[in-house]
């Protein structure tokens, strides 16, 4: 049975309990044996991708499914409270029947009139909060370090909820098995699964580039090449469009002109590159390059993808956009485009920011050792190596990596790197030996010896 199997399994028993339940209960019920080491490993790794809760740190800790918000009432109530008056009365106004709005046009002045570092779509007490919640990293950190940290994570609730965002029905659940396995979920459209999986190498572009990436145009039209490969026609993957759009359900009528939208666009870019603020720089980007709509569609996913860039460089918590219902933001939206008001994008920002932090705390909680696994990775896949390498099982293994761990780690993680390796020693299999410098004979000897002693 592969791994991700069995980490399934343990969701399904847990999907079936009314209430939660600790890990010495919930193996009693599994129907294959594992390890509580095993167990534990799965189960963490479950409540880092977001998809168990998990309360307490002892060995009573209890575990349960997290449910799909669209299934209680309560928390959509709680979103939609999180707009302020003055929010909601803007969106009083573009919830008027759309033959009782005006037809807009794209608003130079508006654009015009802000200055960077002098105008704020965020007030300052809230970037100061964002900031407080938001920092991840020491100021030493290469940019990026954080976002690496938690990668896996990062890549699905983007994905998912930036997807979702846009009507597409894969469950977050149906997202993970996407991205990290390959596994596609039946009866979903091709196009969704594309989505997704452009969603991932433009997570990926900006990750693995942090310390380079730049407020530019270059970014921007690579983000929405990212994105739209297969969605779009070839000739419009990356490129400022050659016609006129418009946008469903608003009256709003962008520019047509490519020489002006490329002209925009540039000053956007320009203008987004002075500000200093990350989270005031973030807004600034969404805000604006869903407003400008440059390309003949994905610009939203575009803009919430470049909202993403001054966070990760500066290893802050990137912006997820968690717990945001879908009629939520398109309201938010269209008061942008109708309106040229920020406060219902902005209140939704801040609110589903604060959320996502929350959210990346438990995850860090929830990764127990992961630290000390990244920083020693090299030093736990050597005594691996070695002890597979020789042959090695009881007493001697259990000196070997006594002795090893001695020397290469600080007796302060000296515990945790222990219990890392012998938790991948019961994981391995062919499939894990890539780059130990071991081959398969040597790993099924060992094996075979290991389960003979």
């Not at 592969?2 to 399904?12: A, C, G």
């Not at 959509?76 to 046009?105: D, G, H, N, W, Y």
Request: charged share 25%; net charge neutral; aromatic share 8%.
């Amino acid at each position: 049975m592969k791994p991700r199997d069995r980490k399934l399994i343990i969701l399904r028993q847990l999907g079936k309990e009314s209430e939660p339940i600790t890990l010495a209960n919930l193996a009693e019920k599994l129907d294959i044996e594992l390890s509580n080491r095993t167990i534990r490993r799965w189960l963490n790794q479950l409540v880092v991708e977001g998809f168990v809760n998990k309360s307490g740190h002892t060995k009573g800790a209890l575990y349960s499914v997290v449910r799909s918000p669209g299934n209680s009432n309560t928390e959509q109530e709680a979103v939609s409270s999180c707009f302020s008056t003055a929010a909601l009365e803007a969106m009083k106004v573009i919830k008027k029947p759309i033959f009782e709005r005006k037809p807009v046009a794209y608003n130079e002045r508006w654009f015009d009139s802000y200055v960077p570092n002098e105008t704020n779509y965020l007030e300052k007490e809230i970037r100061e909060q964002l900031q407080k919640s938001g920092q991840r990293a020491n100021a030493q950190d290469p940019a990026g370090t954080y976002a690496h940290q938690i990668y896996n994570r990062l890549m699905i609730d983007l994905s998912y909820n930036s997807s979702r965002l846009e009507g597409n029905t894969y469950s977050l659940l149906d997202t993970e098995r996407l991205l990290l396995h390959g596994d596609s979920a039946e009866g979903k459209l091709d196009e969704e699964k594309a989505m997704i999986l452009n969603h991932k190498e433009a997570i990926r572009y900006l990750v693995e580039n942090a310390q380079r990436v730049e407020i530019d145009r270059n970014t921007i039209c690579t983000l929405h090449y990212l994105l739209s490969d297969g969605l779009l026609e070839p000739s419009e993957a990356g490129k400022v469009r050659k016609h006129g759009v418009r946008i469903g359900g608003s009256t709003y009528i962008p520019f047509e002109q490519p020489r002006m939208l490329e002209s925009q666009l540039e000053k956007i870019v320009k203008k987004g590159a002075l500000i200093t603020d990350p989270y005031e720089q973030s807004i600034f980007l969404l805000v604006h390059i869903s407003y400008l709509q440059a390309f003949a569609d994905v610009n939203k996913r575009t803009a919430r993808l470049s909202a993403n860039i001054s966070l990760i460089k500066n290893n802050f918590v990137p912006l997820a956009f968690n717990d945001v219902r879908v009629d939520d933001y398109m309201s938010a939206m269209i008061a942008i485009y109708e309106l040229q008001d920020v406060r219902p994008l902005g209140d939704l920002y801040h609110y589903s920011y604060l959320r996502t932090c929350s959210a990346y705390d438990s995850t860090i909680k929830a990764m127990g050792f992961d630290e000390v696994r990244v920083r020693y990775r090299q030093e736990r896949r050597e005594v691996v190596r070695e002890v597979i390498f020789q042959c090695l099982v009881g007493n001697q293994m259990r000196q070997l990596i006594k002795n090893k761990s001695a020397k290469l780690v600080p007796e302060k993680v000296r515990t945790a790197f222990v219990d890392d390796i012998l938790e991948d020693l019961e994981q391995i299999d062919e499939s894990r030996i890539v780059g130990l410098g071991v081959t398969l004979n040597q790993l099924t000897k060992w094996k075979h010896k290991n389960l003979s002693h």
